[in-house]
């Protein structure tokens, strides 16, 4: 297992642009990649819905966790992904 803490800098928080860069990113793994947030809450990458569903908000700090047997690409992709879609 790895993982790597983000703190979500956009403005409008988690919504629809990085949910989908995160989940398209995401499956392309065989990995199981997740997040976790708020107090022991998680959310599974490869869905949009559990991604939005979390209602992260500007500032808020998530831990993206990848477990399995290409653990290091994906997450590595997933959060370079990710960072770059939160770019206003």
Request: aromatic share 4%; glycine share 8%.
């Amino acid at each position: 297992m790895v993982s790597e803490k983000i703190i979500v800098s956009s403005a409008l928080g988690i919504h629809l642009r990085p949910a989908g860069a995160m989940c398209d990113a995401a499956v392309k793994y065989d990995s199981h990649v997740t997040f976790t947030y708020g107090e022991g809450k998680s959310a599974n990458a490869k869905s949009v819905i559990s991604i939005l569903a979390a209602g992260i908000k500007c500032g808020d700090e998530i831990e993206l966790i990848a477990e399995g047997p290409d653990e290091k690409e994906a997450l590595e992709n997933v959060s370079a992904v990710f960072k770059e879609s939160l770019k206003d």
